[in-house]
T-cell receptor, first 117, second 112 residues
Framework: GAVVSQHPSRVICKSGTSVKIECRSL??????MFWYRQFPKQSLMLMAT?????????EQGVEKDKFLINHASLTLSTLTVTSAHPEDSSFYIC?????????????FGQGTRLTVV | GEDVEQSLFLSVREGDSSVINCTYT??????LYWYKQEPGAGLQLLTY?????DMKQDQRLTVLLNKKDKHLSLRIADTQTGDSAIYFC????????????FGTGTRLQVTL
């Protein structure tokens, strides 16, 4: 199956700093990538939808200035958590799709565990 | 909006069958999925079913869909300790099947 690589898998940062998480589709072109967030013992919640070459679409309640998403190429989307605070500590996971109606699978990265101290 | 519900915990003995249930509210759901998440890891797609199907079987996994009741279940036959994980059901109705609404997840514990 298709492979989506997410990097880093774990990161610890100090409050007030910014952290960038990368999501790469290794063997296919991802016209659309999705960023999810998972709090401990809770489900995954969609944060935003990233389309190559255009602005991301954010879900209600997600601050676009805090969670910057860039989808500059068909194989790479980045999520930058700006001015991170301890409450931003979470498991962030991306998924990628080709946008083809015949595609019935979302390919997920391994996830990034962010801890803000 | 869409809502997907699951029971939080299930414990079964090794060798028994596990049945994980899921209910959803969006009648326009096109695809329904089951994902497995092991500790600290990402999501692994186990299987999916189209909304016009009633059942799908894939080796030890059987998915049943009752569209009238908006009820989805995953049966794992001959459950093994390696099946211990969190299982998420998810639905999509966007056609691209990549924007998913997830359930709350069911933690499956397999005991010896």
């Amino acid at each position: 199956g298709a492979v989506v690589s997410q990097h880093p898998s774990r990161v610890i940062c100090k409050s007030g700093t910014s952290v960038k998480i990368e999501c790469r589709s290794l063997d296919f072109q991802a016209t659309t990538m999705f960023w999810y967030r998972q709090f401990p013992k809770q489900s995954l919640m969609l944060m935003a939808t990233s389309n190559e070459g255009s602005k991301a679409t954010y879900e209600q309640g997600v601050e676009k200035d805090k969670f910057l998403i860039n989808h500059a190429s068909l194989t790479l989307s980045t999520l930058t958590v700006t001015s991170a605070h301890p409450e931003d500590s979470s498991f962030y996971i991306c998924s990628a799709g080709t946008g083809d109606d015949m595609n019935t699978e979302a390919f997920f990265g391994q996830g990034t565990r962010l801890t803000v101290v | 909006g869409e809502d997907v519900e699951q029971s939080l915990f299930l414990s079964v003995r090794e060798g028994d069958s596990s049945v994980i249930n899921c209910t959803y509210t969006d009648s326009s759901s096109t695809y329904l999925y089951w994902y497995k998440q092991e500790p600290g890891a990402g999501l692994q797609l186990l299987t999916y079913i189209f909304s016009n199907m009633d059942m799908k079987q894939d080796q030890r996994l059987t998915v049943l869909l009752n569209k009238k009741d908006k009820h989805l279940s995953l049966r794992i036959a001959d459950t093994q300790t390696g099946d211990s994980a969190i299982y998420f059901c998810a639905e999509s109705h966007t056609g691209t099947a990549s924007k998913l609404t997830f359930g709350t997840g069911t933690r499956l514990q397999v005991t010896l």
